[in-house]
């Protein structure tokens, strides 16, 4: 009988840790034995009612990395796991460590165009540990086509989009408001390039009267971006949020989402998004946002990553366009249900199997 082990570095309220989630609920439900495991010893962001091990550890780096190895193969062995699913360089290289008892499978969560000359150290334990791997699953056809590009591995890799289940996603009442709204989701931090959307909206408040930004996540940016607010004189029309609990309900009474980032792997918040038929704008960055708006200008709009004036227009053009807004939001829906769970789930009951 499977037992699935599933392996996330942190306990923020990111993507990653929404998979893993997901993807547990989802075993669950198929009658699948399964935990989540991660480095930290909060608790999961999001509501879980499963087993949650953590492999909190101290001292230096070597330590670190010899302490949580032992606490795995400890609860490998004590769960009896015959599958470990790993997010993330470090449980993904962990994971490939822990022999031949186990089926090992590592899932990327980013494009590896973010690595610099600082990640020397992770691009070679990369290339040396991924070969190690049963499987390696990307959620982006652009991840299979790097991971042939910078480490040579084109053997064991299976493409499976990430996945929300679009019947669990509550139906909210429409806000009655006096202003157009713009809405951000994401954690305050350099690959998510807030500033962009910030430049850009002090532009769009020129075309467009009564409109207001809001921004839902943490971060170590926060006060800087809270500062830019201030230079550009956008602080009365720009809300930062912190973390919401409920996303959908934002997302539902918003005008358009707009994404940022100048890497992804693949945005579950533009998946979200257009679940709840919030039109989305996005950078047009590695990976994802281009393989989920496949029909640009019809079920989601792409812009060139660092394009303030064609974010601008773009952003004003579905503001102002009542028709436009209502056409990508329908065809952004019929998009979503690509994505639903329904779908996506036996992909990775096949890859159990086999």
Known sequence: MNNI?????????????????????????????????????????????GKH??????????SRFISSYKKLKKIVQDEKIT???????????????????????????????????????VYLLTKL???KLDMIITPARYLENELQDFFGIDAKVNTIY???????????????????????????????AQHYLLESFAKVKEQVEDVELLIIGKGEREEELKALT?????????????????????????????????????????IESMACKCPVISFDCPSGPNEIINKPNENGILVEVGDVD?????????????????????????RALDFDIGKISKKYLEVLEG
């Open 83 to 121: 599958h470990i699913i790993s997010m993330g360089e470090y449980p993904n290289i962990l994971n490939a460590l822990m022999g031949q008892d186990v089926k090992k499978i590592a899932r990327i969560t980013n494009s590896f165009s973010s690595l610099t000359i600082k990640n020397w150290l």
């Open 310 to 334: 064609k974010l601008t227009k773009d952003i004003v053009k579905v503001l102002s366009d009542d028709e436009y807004r209502q056409e990508l939001s329908e065809n952004a829906y019929l």
């Open 129 to 131: 540990f991924y070969r």
């Open 162 to 192: 990430n996945f929300l289940d679009i019947q669990k996603i509550e139906i909210y009442k429409k806000e009655k408001r006096d202003k157009k709204r713009i809405i951000h989701i994401g954690q305050l931090v350099e690959q998510k």
């Open 5 to 49: 082990l599933i392996f996330v570095p942190n306990c923020n309220q990111g993507g990653t840790e929404r998979v893993a989630i997901r993807l547990s609920e989802m075993f669950s439900d198929e009658n699948i034995e399964n935990c989540i495991v991660t480095l930290c010893d909060n608790q999961l962001p999001y509501k879980y009612e």
């Open 230 to 270: 201030k230079q550009l004189k956008i602080e009365n029309d720009v809300k930062f949020l912190g973390w919401q609990d409920n996303p959908f309900y934002w997302l539902q009474n918003s005008d358009v989402f707009v994404l940022t980032s100048l890497w992804e792997g693949m945005p579950n918040v533009v």
């Open 53 to 62: 091990y953590h492999l909190e550890t101290s001292g230096n780096k070597l």
